[in-house]
């Protein structure tokens, strides 16, 4: 088992999609795939129409009294499951904060389903928290869109740092450009830049309208336009993460 995490410090900048597509692309090339929206606002679930079997799920899986297993759902695509997310999610730095080792409970909880999966994927929300720190330590790759700007490098700055302090392996942080737009000297001069930092894929996905139109149809683009810019764009960038994390 694999485990994907779509982190960023800041909130907007294509997480969700991203998260949304890779797991996708992941199930659709055969490997067994499990999406884990831990996003209280539930954008991923909302890409799926999935919304979870009991109220209150996290928070039942975090006291005990639901399995990880039963909280997994189907979601209509081949090789494709999903743990959706609930509005308990919000208190899951309480929740977490009340466990023995509260920093690793998430990767001892995701023992029970360990071979059950090739990839599970986890949609985050932004910030640093408890939550985040559970997510560093049970990810083997944390996957940080960044928009090519200046505030966007000053996060990633920050979180670089974060990791640091906190002892997380740096090498675990990888990054790709989003919602690119190359008429901009901005992008064109952050990208350069970044690109040095050699911890960023090359393939990257520009501002395309196809992104936004996954709300329209509840599904990842490939589903419903295979042949869009942005599916080609998002399948070049999955092969070519493929292909870095599995090398
Ligand atoms: N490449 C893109 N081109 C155009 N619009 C995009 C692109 N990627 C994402 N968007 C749009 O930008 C908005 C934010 O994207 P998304 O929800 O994926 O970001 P996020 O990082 O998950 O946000 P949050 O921090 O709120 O969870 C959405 O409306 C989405 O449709
Ligand atoms: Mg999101």
């Not at 309480?94 to 509260?102: F, G, P, R």
């Not at 501002?207 to 996954?214: N, R």
């Not at 960038?237 to 599995?246: D, H, Q, T």
């Amino acid at each position: 088992m694999f485990v994907i995490s779509l982190y960023n410090l800041k909130g907007g900048v294509g997480k969700t999609s991203s998260c949304v597509n890779f797991a996708y692309m992941a199930a659709k090339d055969g490997y067994r795939t499990l999406l884990w929206d831990l996003d209280p606002q539930g954008a991923a679930s909302f890409y799926y129409n999935a919304e979870p079997k009991a109220k209150g799920s996290i928070k039942k899986i975090m006291e005990h009294t639901l399995s990880l297993e039963d909280a997994i759902m189907g979601t209509g695509y081949e090789n494709l499951d999903i743990i959706p997310a609930d509005i308990s999610g919000r208190k899951m730095d309480i929740l977490l904060d009340e466990q023995k080792s509260s920093k690793k409970y998430l990767k001892s909880l995701m023992k029970s389903i360990e071979s059950e999966y090739d990839f599970v994927f986890i949609d985050c929300p932004p910030g640093f928290s408890l939550l985040a720190d559970n997510i560093f330590n049970v990810s083997d790759v944390i996957l940080m869109p960044v928009i090519p700007t200046t505030l966007s490098v000053r996060s990633y700055d920050l979180v670089k740092e974060y990791f640091t302090d906190k002892g997380v392996e740096l090498d675990k942080l990888m990054c790709f450009f989003t919602m690119v737009d190359v008429r901009k000297n901005m992008h064109n001069d952050v990208m350069l830049e970044l690109y040095k930092d050699k911890r960023f894929f090359e393939y990257y996905i520009p501002y395309t309208s196809g992104v936004e139109k996954m709300g329209l149809h509840n599904a990842p683009i490939e589903a419903f336009a295979p042949s869009s810019y942005a599916a080609i764009c998002y399948r070049a960038l999955w092969n070519e993460i493929k292909e870095g994390v599995l090398e």
